[in-house]
């Protein structure tokens, strides 16, 4: 076969690749790196927890997703006009943003987060159109094309705050970050959606009611309890390795250039590895390492090491990116309803908010109990959120096998 045609398959992956690759290194920008250099300037735990706020948008998308599902902006298709109008914004934004950084922190963090409301509903817009228009035995390979360009771009996001902010400064790491986002539109454009979009898609979008979004009240406190759980027992892992004494060099270059690879890695593998192994085992054996990881992680904290802090974050991010291609192939699944912007909105911006909480309390927490009491209450929290969610991802695949889904 010819290695082009052969490739063939995954040609219709590029736009949503690329689009996710700028969503990760926006948002790793933005909010990935700033809470490792604030820390290593010693601003206390219970401080750096606040700036999880740079993130609400993105639990907060389900208030205005409906706008996403119900208006079409002229010219475009549906979701590509939505997706172009953020983007454009997005790009304004960080332009304004590269002249600031001698601005005052409160007009820089109105202008991150305007910045992280344009990204978010972005990226509702980007899952709508998967849902419309990407069949449902492809739905693992689009999961996997947008953990491994959130990956590469976070990669990106967080090695130039971290790696080479001192070098390149404030305005060159932000036009950077512009230019990526205008060159990596692009192949969205000419993306086919309306000769793609199902049918049955049509007929939801114009039929559908906000009844669905009770009916997926389960679904998000499930999501939910899942993602404060992670990030719980994962989360922390950086600040952990500079309480320990790491370098504030080597903890960029462990969540700045190893996760990102080990994700982008295990993402690629990951939507093979739902058809083949199955996602409740695959989300079965992920999440044992997960907890593993979690138990040595309390460990190295009692005993002061760095070097099993390190090797446990690094196994972590290889057991936490098994999670990540079922974990969202099942969100699609669920928002397969009348408005899937809204519904997935729902699904995964509620689910995230309702995670947020817990995700500002986390550090001040540890900085109350310690490292290894944190970790010895986080383990067991995770264990029942996983349980919880597993169930709830069985009786889907059940009820889709009853009725010939699956």
Known sequence: MHPVRSLGWARPLVPFFCLYITFGTTLGFLSGGAPLILRARGIELAEIGLLQLINLPVGLTFLWAFAVDKIRLPHLPRRIG????????????????????????????????????????????????????????????VASAKLCGASLGGAA????????????GWQNAVL?????????????????????????????????????????????????????????????NNLVLLDLGVPLSEV??????????????????????????????????????????????????????????????????????????????????WAQGPRPATDYALLFGAAFFAAMPLRVAAPA????????????LAIPFYAVAVLCLRAAIGRTLDADRAGGLA
Do not use: K
């Open 157 to 168: 996001g967080v090695g130039l705050l971290i790696g080479y902010y001192e070098a390149i």
């Open 365 to 376: 927490l540890a900085g109350l109990v310690g490292w290894a009491t944190y970790f010895a």
């Open 252 to 333: 960029g270059f462990v969540t700045g250039s190893v996760a990102p690879i080990i994700n982008f890695v295990m993402a690629a593998f990951s939507g093979a590895l739902v058809r083949r192994v199955g996602t409740i085992r695959l989300i079965t054996i992920s999440a044992v390492g997960v907890v593993a990881c979690g138990g040595a992680m309390l460990a190295a904290s009692a005993a002061g090491s760095s070097s099993l802090a390190i090797a446990a974050t690094i196994f972590g991010f290889v057991c936490g990116g098994g999670l990540g291609v079922p974990v969202f192939n099942t969100i699609y699944r």
């Open 176 to 236: 950077a970050v512009v230019g990526l986002n205008t060159l990596f539109l692009i192949p969205m454009l000419r993306y086919p959606e309306v000769r793609l979009r199902r049918l049955d898609a049509v007929a939801r979008h114009e039929t559908g009611s906000l009844g669905r979004l009770r009916v997926l009240a389960p679904q998000v406190l499930v999501l939910g309890l899942y993602f404060a759980a992670m990030f719980a027992v994962s989360g922390v």
């Open 82 to 141: 939505w997706i172009t109008l953020m983007q454009s914004a997005t790009i304004a934004l960080l332009a304004v943003l590269s002249l600031g950084e001698a601005w005052s922190l409160p007009t820089l963090l109105v202008l991150a987060v305007a910045t992280c409301f344009c990204v978010a509903t972005m990226d509702v817009a980007l899952e709508a159109l998967v849902v419309e228009t990407v069949p449902d035995d492809r739905r693992p390979y």
